[in-house]
Nanobody
Framework: QVQLVESGGGSVQAGGSLRLSCAAS????????MGWFRQAPGKEREGVAV????????AYADSVKGRFTISRDNVENTLYLQMNSLKPEDTAMYSC????????????????????WGQGTQVTVSS
C-alpha cells in the first residue's frame, strides 16, 4: 500500500537547521509531484515547498523562501526539506504529500489537490 513516512523533526533553537525526509513507497514516486505542508496548533495547514517530477522545478511559500530547500531523490524514492535559519514561527507539524504529475496540480500549494499524505513530523523552534 501507499506509504509516506516523514522523519528528521525535532527541537532546535532559533537560527538552527533541520533536514526532513519523506520515504515513499507503494506508488510510482517519479510520476508524482511532491510537497511539504505544515500546520501549527490553531492554524490552517499551509503549503511550504513543492517540487515537480524529474529534475524538479520548485516553488516556496514567501515565509520560507531563501531559508528552506526542497529536493527529491527518484532512485531512493525520498523527498527532502532542508530548513536553515529556523524561526519560532516555523514551529509546526510538517507533512509530505504527493499529487500525480498529470491533472494540472503539480506545484500546487492547495492541500486539497494532493492524493497521498504522510503522518507528519514535529518541528519545534525555541527562541
Amino acid at each position: 500500500q501507499v506509504q509516506l513516512v516523514e522523519s528528521g523533526g525535532g527541537s532546535v533553537q532559533a537560527g538552527g537547521s533541520l533536514r526532513l525526509s519523506c520515504a515513499a513507497s507503494g506508488y510510482p514516486f517519479s510520476w508524482y509531484c511532491m510537497g511539504w505542508f505544515r500546520q501549527a496548533p490553531g492554524k490552517e495547514r499551509e503549503g511550504v515547498a513543492v517540487i515537480s517530477t524529474g529534475v524538479g522545478s520548485t516553488a516556496y511559500a514567501d515565509s520560507v523562501k531563501g531559508r528552506f530547500t526542497i529536493s527529491r531523490d527518484n532512485v531512493e524514492n525520498t523527498l527532502y526539506l532542508q530548513m536553515n535559519s529556523l524561526k519560532p514561527e516555523d514551529t509546526a507539524m510538517y507533512s509530505c504529500a504527493a499529487v500525480p504529475a498529470y491533472g494540472g496540480n503539480c506545484l500546487s500549494f492547495r492541500a486539497s489537490a494532493y492524493k497521498y499524505w504522510g503522518q507528519g513530523t514535529q518541528v519545534t523552534v525555541s527562541s
